[in-house]
């Protein structure tokens, strides 16, 4: 028997939280007889939070693999001082190469199991190397997933982490660090790949909230006898700058998601009504309780990122705005009373879209605004945070801004721009 010890990175600081893994390594096969990685559950452990310290949260496929290995129902409490299986196979390293050990020719995968344990090692949740112990950790949804990631995002790369004690969401944030080029994210549809551009937003961690969703479309406007339902157009935004940020290197979660839309191209984007909150919760019909939920699980994300000393964290509320239809409006921000930060990120996306209007449409003018307002979802969440309205629905002229894909990502990506400017203001 090896004993496996997690270390909570808060021990750093004051070296008081030590817990066993107890692993039985049974010189059967490859797969030692299937065993899992066992961890002990700390007083007021989550399953979402323990799994994100282990970087598992980004998967569905991982939260079934826990539930269904420890006889649990996806809604069960953790108790104190249990043993708990997770979705991590225990392979005996051969020696040779991880994809001999695994069975498994994908050389992609063997590079993303490899960074894998040498991450868990690094973090103290493995205390020897692989080569040394022989025990290599495959986490459950690299050999048996048929889902893809659920995301962030972020994901990944995201989206999730824990509390400021234990974990309390799904695991450690989607690494801070980039993800390798060329992954590919379910919520970003089948022939979306996120691409590693660079490492610019290292350790900055953005919470993406697409208004309404679920039982809620939002504001309703209406293009050739065709719906135009806020929560899609602002969902497809906001999907495009969780797929940006990503690019850079940040860790980013879809607070609101909806697993079988994807980034889409088209002018009419479908109602529908199947969208969840992070990490797979239905969303509830009370705009109180909706916006409670989601409050709750940005602010469990954060204090996981803070304990991690994330470096920026920023929650991003996106919608489109209703108003009568000879109103046109440019892109406006609103930020809490009580918070300057969030003042400082309106202002610097509300520049950076003003400086991008006169760069391509020098005879245009903007007029988007900077106000503070004290909404629920800027006096609820933790980080700070920026309500941001993309337009009109309802105005001929605005709708234009988000049924045209091409217009979508301009929003996207200025919005991309002005974060990376906040971003470098940290430092």
């Not at 991880?98 to 090692?121: H, V, W």
Request: charged share 25%.
């Amino acid at each position: 028997m090896f004993l496996y010890w997690r270390i909570d990175p808060l021990l750093i600081i004051n070296m008081k939280r030590l817990f066993v893994l107890s692993l039985v390594l049974l010189n059967v096969s490859l797969v030692w007889s299937q065993d899992y990685v066992r961890v002990v559950a700390r007083p007021g452990e989550e399953v979402l939070s323990l799994l994100s310290w282990y970087k598992l949260h980004e998967y569905q496929c991982n939260f079934d693999k826990f539930y269904e290995l420890n006889d649990l129902k996806a809604d069960s409490k953790l108790k104190h001082n249990t043993v708990y299986k997770l979705p991590i196979l225990l392979y005996r390293y051969n020696g040779k190469s991880i994809r001999t050990t695994i069975g498994d020719e994908d050389i992609n995968k063997a590079l993303r199991i490899k960074a894998y344990n040498e991450q868990m090692l690094e973090v103290g949740l493995m205390t020897t190397s692989f080569i040394l112990n022989r025990a290599l950790w495959v986490p459950t949804h690299e050999v048996k997933c048929k889902g893809g990631k659920m995301v962030t995002p972020p994901t990944s790369t995201v989206p999730t982490p824990t509390t400021s004690t234990p974990p309390t969401t799904t695991t450690a944030p989607p690494s801070p660090t980039p993800k390798p080029s060329g992954e590919q994210y379910a919520i970003f549809g089948k022939n979306q790949t996120v691409e590693i551009k660079s490492d610019k937003l290292k350790n900055a961690v953005y919470y993406i909230v697409a208004g309404h969703g679920g039982p809620d479309t939002g504001a309703i406007g209406s293009r050739n006898g065709k719906d135009l339902c806020e929560d899609e157009y602002a969902y497809d935004v906001s999907l495009r700058l969780a797929k940006s940020l990503l690019e850079n290197g940040a860790t980013v979660y879809m607070i609101t998601r909806d697993n079988n839309d994807g980034i889409r191209d088209g002018q009419y984007l479908a109602c529908d009504y199947d969208e969840v909150c992070w990490p797979n919760k239905k969303i509830p019909r009370g705009q109180k309780s909706r916006l409670n939920q989601r409050a709750s699980a940005i602010n469990n994300l954060f204090e996981s990122h803070k304990a991690r000393n994330a470096k920026v964290q920023r929650a991003l509320m996106i919608h489109i705005d209703s108003r009568s239809q000879s109103n046109q409006t440019d892109v406006f921000f609103y930020h809490h009373p009580a918070s300057p930060g969030g003042k400082v990120v309106a202002n610097q996306l509300q520049k950076t879209i003003k400086a991008q209007y006169e760069k391509h449409q020098p005879s245009r003018g903007y007029n988007g605004t900077v106000t503070a307002r004290d909404l629920h979802m800027l006096r609820e969440t933790q980080p700070t945070a920026v309500y941001i309205e993309l337009g009109n629905i309802r105005h001929e002229r605005d709708q234009r801004r988000f049924v045209v894909k091409d217009n979508r990502q301009a929003i996207a990506n200025w919005l991309m721009d002005g974060l990376v400017e906040d971003y470098l203001k940290e430092k």
